[in-house]
């Protein structure tokens, strides 16, 4: 689903908005409710080089989606009332939960006014390796190396990969390029190999650039005393899980989470997969949540919420909030269900 071109995406959706589509499907497939995914929150930027937009939302389009919901008579809840409704089949009202990865500073610098003035529960996940400022951002590393460099090259199978970044079009090929080469490695200690290699070569500090982007332990407990903020549990360094041992999946579940409580003084009872798709997530992991005694723990397999998924609430799946796509009547077309049911096959749970 990530490697859709955003037009093949953005005409689905327009299609199904303007032929209403989507109002025909939503009785059918628009569940009892949906968990949407945010990441960054912040002012849009004017760079023509940005190939983790996808990834940030204005703060307008967050008030926006607030009040779309509430206009459509939608209840914004908690995780712990998420777990509650279906875990006990309440489904008298729909209902959306808001959820944030990563625990990045514009949170609370651009999302928590909007929240806190709109009086709406959310929660935030936290790798506890972020809040200690030793994350590997290794996304936001890569756009950086390219961004900053007519060329970028480094060695992986024994042989050097040069590729040409001398302009927004080769850069955005460059991104995409090296981005699927390593997300598609087996094993993700190549990635994080290459990562480190070209932050050394292109002089960026990963170290500096997580304490620039992601909240620390001080700020993140003075969040966590908000009645409306719940913080979940995102792993220790963010891995794709499904491509570890299990031992170290489980590790990085279960240390993640005490590393939350011993700091903030409360347990962290929901999770979320990092990455989080298919590849990064399976029944593996799924059962470790559940052992782990996790509540819920979200995927980003993307689809609304059903009653059945009230058996499976260690594989939930989330709608993104995809900085593309920052339109009113996408959020519309979203949460009819329909654009999930075609991605799933029109399966409801997707648990595999």
Not at 29 to 56: K, S, W, Y
Not at 219 to 228: G, I, W
């Amino acid at each position: 689903m990530a490697r859709i071109g955003k037009a093949v995406i953005r005409a689905g959706l327009e299609t199904l908005y303007f032929t209403g589509g989507h109002r025909l499907a939503r009785p059918f497939l628009a569940g009892v409710g949906a968990i949407l995914t945010f990441h960054h929150v912040r002012p849009p930027r004017d760079d023509a080089f940005q190939p983790n937009r996808l990834l940030e939302i204005a703060p307008a389009f967050l008030d926006q989606i607030i009040s779309t919901l509430r206009d459509r008579g939608i209840d914004i809840v908690s995780l712990d009332e998420v777990h509650r409704r279906l875990s006990e089949g309440d489904f008298g009202r729909r209902f959306v939960a808001l959820t944030f990865d990563d625990g990045y500073r514009d949170n609370v610098e651009f999302a928590l006014p909007i929240l806190r003035r709109q009086a709406v529960p959310f929660t935030v996940y936290v790798p506890s390796g972020f809040a200690e400022g030793r994350g590997e951002l290794w996304w936001v590393v890569l756009e950086r190396a390219i961004a900053g460099n007519p060329v970028v090259e480094f060695d992986l199978d024994g042989r050097t990969h040069r590729f040409d970044c001398a302009t927004p079009e080769t850069k955005a090929e460059a991104f995409a390029a090296i981005y699927w080469l390593l997300r598609n490695r087996p094993d993700e200690h190549d990635l994080r190999a290459v990562i480190r290699e070209i932050a050394f070569a292109y002089r960026i500090d990963m170290g500096a650039l997580c304490g620039e982007l992601c909240l620390r332990w001080d700020e993140l407990a003075e969040l966590a005393r908000d009645p409306l903020v719940t913080i979940g549990a995102h792993t220790v360094t963010h891995p794709m899980l499904r491509k570890a041992t299990a031992e170290a999946a489980r590790a990085e579940m279960k240390i993640g989470a005490e590393r939350i409580a011993a700091r903030l003084g409360k347990p962290a009872r929901h999770f979320s997969f990092p990455i989080g798709d298919a590849g990064a997530a399976g029944p593996r992991e799924f059962a470790m949540a559940a052992e782990l005694g996790f509540l819920t723990a979200v995927t980003t397999r993307p689809g609304v919420l059903f009653p059945d998924h009230g058996d499976h609430l260690r594989s939930l799946p989330r709608i993104s909030m995809n900085g593309e796509f920052q339109r009113r009547r996408y959020l519309d077309v979203l949460l009819s269900g329909a654009p999930t049911a075609l991605m799933n096959g029109f399966r409801r749970v997707d648990a595999a």
